[in-house]
């Protein structure tokens, strides 16, 4: 991969884990949901009994 | 990745430069290359350190994993630093196993870009071959493809407390 002459002295191996990756700001707004991809139901309509006059 | 227990909840934040394609078949590789030009870095992509010795980068006593500055301070202060149009310059952030040297510098297994740096050095636009219709990348077309901002060198903290991102 990439070379560099590292020199100095360096720290041991650690371990950096991120909740969210790639990193994202943080006002960013979360992402949205999605829209159910289900047509919005109409509410039923009973139908009408007729009833004996 | 690795098993063992997080140290840090977080990226890394680093500052680090490229080398731009220099050359049609250099941009056909991707836009952003080492110093060196040995490594490309994948358009838009996470980056992934691996090793030609076969074990896990970066690894204590050899020279693999992606390289960058802790600070946009360290990376002005160091001889990688854009001296011309043909380099830019960055925010990344490192993930997965880091090393940190004392010098002021981090290597690690994974890393993202996250915005460009504004610099003095602007690109010309020019052909790879004359009236060839195919130009070189321009500073600008890099963060346009990155779809990244460009930020001054003294927004950096801020940036990366922005991303929080760990900063050293």
Same mark, same amino acid.
């Given at each position: ?33 999605? &829209? ?13 009994? =007729?009833?004996?006059? | ?8 909840? %977080? ?15 250099? =941009?056909? %590789? ?28 970066? &690894? ?7 390289? &960058? ?16 149009? =043909? ?6 952030? %490192? ?37 060839? %219709?195919?130009?070189?990348?321009? =500073?600008?077309?890099? &963060? ?25």
């Amino acid at each position: 991969m990439v070379r560099m002459v590292r020199h100095g002295r360096e720290k041991k191996e650690e371990i950096f884990e991120p909740v969210e990756w790639p990193p994202r700001r943080r006002s960013e707004p979360s992402p949205r949901r999605e &829209a159910s991809p289900e047509p919005r139901r109409e509410p039923s309509r009973r139908k009408r009994e =007729k009833t004996p006059a | 990745m690795t098993d063992r227990a997080p140290d840090y909840i %977080g990226a890394i934040a680093g500052a680090r430069a490229w080398r731009m394609a220099p050359s049609l078949w250099a =941009k056909m %590789g991707g836009l952003l290359w080492s110093h060196a030009m040995l490594n490309v870095w994948p358009d838009c992509e996470e980056i992934a350190a691996e090793c030609d010795a076969g074990h896990p980068a970066p &690894a204590e006593g050899c020279s693999c994993g992606v390289y &960058a500055w802790q600070s946009a301070e360290r990376l002005l202060r160091s001889p990688y630093a854009p001296q011309d149009h =043909k380099h830019i310059a960055g925010v990344v952030a %490192g993930r997965g196993r880091v090393i940190r040297g004392e010098t002021g510098y981090w290597v690690a297994e994974r890393a993202v870009v996250l915005a460009f740096f504004d610099d003095d050095y602007p690109s010309p636009v020019k052909e790879v071959m004359p009236d060839s %219709g195919v130009y070189l990348p321009t =500073k600008e077309e890099v &963060a346009e493809v990155y779809r990244v901002p460009v930020i001054k060198h003294s927004d950096f903290d801020d940036f990366c407390d922005e991303y929080e991102l760990i900063r050293f």
